[in-house]
């Protein structure tokens, strides 16, 4: 079975960075692009962040600058590097591969910034 593990999620203040995991069981990650999703109350879900099997990253505006995708091909996980956090970066985050498929969705982690 294919399984991706969202962890990383918190509360954290205004300006705070925090780290998120994806790690994969079933799955190869390096072999897809994968993105970073985050779906905020109310909203659609939208992607924030991709990495290509070659490693090429891109970024949505909102998060430009602030946001790093990666991934350790050894470990076949991805990470989020979030620094610079807003209010607005409040959303439950999730993994998958870029398009995303539907079984692969997860419980998603939680990423709250308040103060």
């Known amino acids: 079975q294919v399984h991706l593990v969202e962890s990383g999620g918190g509360l954290v203040q205004p300006g705070g960075s925090l780290r998120l995991s994806c790690a994969a069981s079933?799955?190869?990650?390096?072999?897809?692009?994968m993105g970073w999703y985050r779906q905020a109350p109310g909203k659609q879900r939208e992607l924030v962040a991709t990495i290509t099997s070659g490693g090429a990253t891109n970024y949505a505006d909102p998060v430009k600058g602030r946001f790093t995708i990666s991934r350790d091909n050894a470990k076949n996980t991805m990470y989020l590097q979030m620094n610079s956090l807003r209010p607005e970066d409040t959303a439950v985050y999730y993994c998958?591969?870029?398009?995303?498929?539907?079984?692969?969705w997860g419980q998603g982690t939680q990423v709250t910034v308040s103060s």
């Open positions: 998958n591969r870029d398009p995303s498929v539907i079984t692969l």
């Open positions: 079933g799955i190869t990650l390096r072999f897809f692009r």
